[in-house]
């Protein structure tokens, strides 16, 4: 890694050596620490000690999973709740609905039958007019009738007594 960083551009180059260089401190860091505790040199506590801090480190993220796993839980119980809510509201807002159609529809089946009726009514009312203006117009024609016959009868009776004093 060395080489191939040391053949790239210059620009690149110093930046990729500068890791480089932290990389391989690391690692010999790291070697040391396995020599040190693979050899018997340790002592039994110095290794106790170390087990012990790994194994506080896994009970505390382990304590720490088990916290963010429970309000995990909590949050998609709420969340699920929430849902289940939102399902019921729905469904009943869906029957309130359904049967504000149907209201609406028998309501409108009512307005059809009334319309048809005033329709009916209103044909009725056009034809009892009619039969209204026949028979007013009958009856003055009968008046006039009626009123000529007696002037002729008046006349007639007048006629018949000037004849019967004259005479």
Known sequence: ?????????PNVK?????????YKSDLNN??????RITSGNLNATARDELLEAGRADTLTASADQRSRLMMSTE???RSTDRVKDSRRTM?????????ILQDLHG?????????????????NVG???KILTAMTRRMNRNKWTIG?????????????LYFKLTR
Not at 151 to 156: F, Y
Request: zero cysteines; hydrophobic letters at 45%; charged letters at 30%.
């Open 1 to 9: 890694m060395d080489l191939e960083a040391r053949s790239l551009p």
């Open 14 to 22: 110093s930046s990729l050596l500068v890791k480089l260089r932290e």
């Open 30 to 35: 790291f070697k040391t620490e396995v020599k």
């Open 75 to 77: 949050r998609l119980g």
């Open 91 to 99: 469904l009943e807002t869906e029957e309130i609905g359904v049967s």
């Open 107 to 123: 309501q409108r089946q009512s307005l059809l039958r009334a319309h048809e009726t005033l329709h009916a009514v209103d044909d």
């Open 127 to 129: 034809k009892s007019k």
């Open 148 to 160: 000529a016959i007696i002037t002729v009868l008046v006349l007639a009776i007048i006629l018949i």
